[in-house]
């Protein structure tokens, strides 16, 4: 029934986890399916895979701004 809805009134999604400034992970608060932002900037499936590589991403990305932070 909730994916009936979404595939009539698109999904409603909301941030659920800020991997950058460019790269987000999404969830529709209506069926629960997830997109996550790829390299090229489209949003895809968040798969496994792609969870991986956003956890990997932001470890770098918060490391690389604390250091940037320090700095000044
Ligand atoms: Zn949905």
Do not use: W
Not at 20 to 49: A, I, N, W
């Amino acid at each position: 029934m909730k994916n009936i809805y979404c595939r009539l009134f698109n999904h409603d999604f909301i941030v659920k986890n800020e991997i950058t400034k460019f790269v987000k992970e999404y969830k529709c608060l209506r069926c629960g399916m997830q997109l996550t932002t790829s390299d090229k900037g489209e949003l895809v499936p968040l798969t496994d895979k792609r969870r991986e590589i956003n956890k990997v991403l932001k470890n770098l990305y918060n490391k690389r701004r604390k250091i940037k932070q320090k700095a000044y």
